[in-house]
């Protein structure tokens, strides 16, 4: 089992930054890919980054230039630097963790945070 805890949340104006942290614990046997997600009041989930364990990125074109994913192996914490936030932003954010159910198995198991909230208001 894997536990994801997020952190970092909270109020901010429009133009800000935050930074959220994601902390992960527990039977974590390799490197693994994570991501963030953010859902918003009435809306789908939704991926914003996603980041290899050898640190390849990808990014949700709506944030793409303002928001930065980043990961610490040797403390298995993955970042997410958000700057130039926009009401739009406004959301819960979400840590995830894709691992195979055993080591070298072929099944997967997605693991998720509890969510962290991100508001973007003046």
């Known amino acids: 089992q894997v536990q994801l805890v997020e952190s970092g949340g909270g109020l901010v104006q429009p133009g800000g930054s935050l930074k959220l942290s994601c902390a992960a614990s527990g039977n974590i046997f390799s490197i693994n890919a994570m991501g963030w997600y953010r859902q918003a009041p009435g809306k789908q989930r939704e991926l914003v980054a996603t980041?290899?364990?050898?640190?390849?990125?990808n990014y949700a074109d709506s944030v793409k230039g303002r928001f930065t994913i980043s990961r610490d192996n040797a403390k298995n914490t993955m970042f997410l630097q958000m700057n130039s936030l926009k009401s739009e932003d406004t959301a819960v954010y979400f840590c995830?963790?894709?691992?195979?159910?055993?080591?070298?198995?072929?099944?997967?198991?997605?693991?998720w945070g509890q969510g962290t909230q991100v508001t973007v208001s003046s």
């Open positions: 995830n963790l894709d691992q195979a159910i055993r080591p070298g198995s072929r099944y997967m198991r997605a693991y």
């Open positions: 980041i290899t364990g050898g640190g390849s990125t």
